[in-house]
Structure formats: structure tokens, C-alpha cells
T-cell receptor
Framework: RKEVEQDPGPFNVPEGATVAFNCTYSNSASQSFFWYRQDCRKEPKLLMSVYSSGNEDGRFTAQLNRASQYISLLIRDSKLSDSATYLCVVDNFGNEKLTFGTGTRLTIIP | DGGITQSPKYLFRKEGQNVTLSCEQNLNHDAMYWYRQDPGQGLRLIYYSQIVNDFQKGDIAEGYSVSREKKESFPLTVTSAQKNPTAFYLC????????????FGPGTRLTVL
């Protein structure tokens, strides 16, 4: 099993729709989880951290399910500017590293 | 303006040549990292440094070398021993080691001709 696994997509979603991605991780001891956004040929940028209780930032909601070892990202009322690749990132507890998923590509269609 | 800078943005190299990629940060972060990204793959860790004058190999260190003589700077040398160096190279920094959030520079796209 890969350490961090994401559906690569692409997800093609009409503007205004709601879209959700999941990401599974293998290390049950992992403590920290993040979603990064990466635009084409640019660097990844932090979108949000994921807390145990779940957290929301405007149209974005992140949730953690420890029992099933996955995190999710929900985007409501999607905008054209949301088109990007979304990277799931998990700490590799015990070896001071972060593990990056390969990303889920999202395209918002007008 | 606080941030991480990388130079150059694009770099072309002939086979057999060593090349050094620059990474500078003025965020006063202790930890710095080098990753490479290839199409369809996640970021892979090359080297990281938690403190000045100390660094550790990541998952794919072969063919690369680094130095950390100053807190602000963490240059990466891609040597001729790296068999497939064409990639997008990303430098990142964080206040401390993971799970601290990492912030990325704009990247250097290296092409070997």
C-alpha cells in the first residue's frame, strides 16, 4: 500500500458545483495532515491544515477520519480559479518527513 | 517581503556537468528541504537540514549534494552521477521539523540536454 494515495482525476466539475476528494494514508501513527494546492508549473501552496475535529475555511472544508485513515477536502460553490492540482500531505511519524501524494487534478468548467 | 527564493527559474545543462541550484529564505526558519517533482509523481525528498552545518539524506539523495553554511541558504548541487536529473526542483523551509508546515520556493526547472 502506498504511504499516501489519491485519486489522480481529472475531476471536471461545472462552476458552482460541490466537489470532494479523499486521500488515504498508511501510517496509523501520523499526526499532522495538510492539503496543498499546486497550479500548473508552480510551487505547492498550503491550502489548509487538517485538524482532528475537522476545519472549515470559507468554501473549503477538511476532515480527518482516523479509524479509516483518510482525509477529505470538500469545495463548495466551486470557482474557475479553483482549477489546480490538490496535494494531500501527511507526516511520516517517527522520521521527521512529510509524505506527499501525487495529487488530484481539478478543472472547473464554465 | 518574507519568503523563499530560488534561482535560476530555468536551467539547461549538458550531460556530464555539475550544476548548483540556489535556495534562500528570510523567514528565519531552522529547517530547509529539497524535493524533486516528476510528471505524475509526488514530491520526493532529496536532502533536508534541521540546523546550520547539519543535513540528512532524504529518499533519493544519490547524485546530489548540499551544504548548509548559513541559516538562510541551502544550495543543491546536481552532479554528473545523477542519472536522470531533468525535473522540477523545489526548495522548502519550515520553522522546525515536520509536522511544521513547509513553505515552498517557486522552483527551478532543470533540463539536461
Amino acid at each position: 500500500r502506498k504511504e499516501v494515495e489519491q485519486d489522480p482525476g481529472p475531476f471536471n466539475v461545472p462552476e458552482g458545483a460541490t466537489v470532494a476528494f479523499n486521500c488515504t494514508y498508511s501510517n496509523s501513527a501520523s499526526q499532522s495532515f495538510f492539503w496543498y494546492r499546486q497550479d500548473c508549473r508552480k510551487e505547492p501552496k498550503l491550502l489548509m491544515s487538517v485538524y482532528s475535529s475537522g476545519n472549515e475555511d470559507g468554501r473549503f472544508t477538511a476532515q480527518l477520519n482516523r479509524a479509516s485513515q483518510y482525509i477529505s477536502l470538500l469545495i463548495r460553490d466551486s470557482k474557475l480559479s479553483d482549477s489546480a492540482t490538490y496535494l494531500c500531505v501527511v507526516d511520516n511519524f517517527g522520521n521527521e518527513k512529510l509524505t506527499f501524494g501525487t495529487g488530484t487534478r481539478l478543472t472547473i468548467i464554465p | 517581503d518574507g519568503g523563499i527564493t530560488q534561482s535560476p527559474k530555468y536551467l539547461f545543462r549538458k550531460e556530464g556537468q555539475n550544476v548548483t541550484l540556489s535556495c534562500e529564505q528570510n523567514l528565519n526558519h531552522d529547517a530547509m528541504y529539497w524535493y524533486r517533482q516528476d510528471p505524475g509523481q509526488g514530491l520526493r525528498l532529496i536532502y533536508y537540514s534541521q540546523i546550520v552545518n547539519d543535513f540528512q539524506k532524504g529518499d533519493i539523495a544519490e547524485g546530489y549534494s548540499v551544504s548548509r553554511e548559513k541559516k538562510e541558504s541551502f544550495p543543491l548541487t546536481v552532479t554528473s552521477a545523477q542519472k536522470n536529473p531533468t525535473a522540477f526542483y523545489l526548495c522548502a523551509s519550515s520553522m522546525g521539523v515536520p509536522p511544521d508546515t513547509q513553505y515552498f520556493g517557486p522552483g527551478t526547472r532543470l533540463t539536461v540536454l
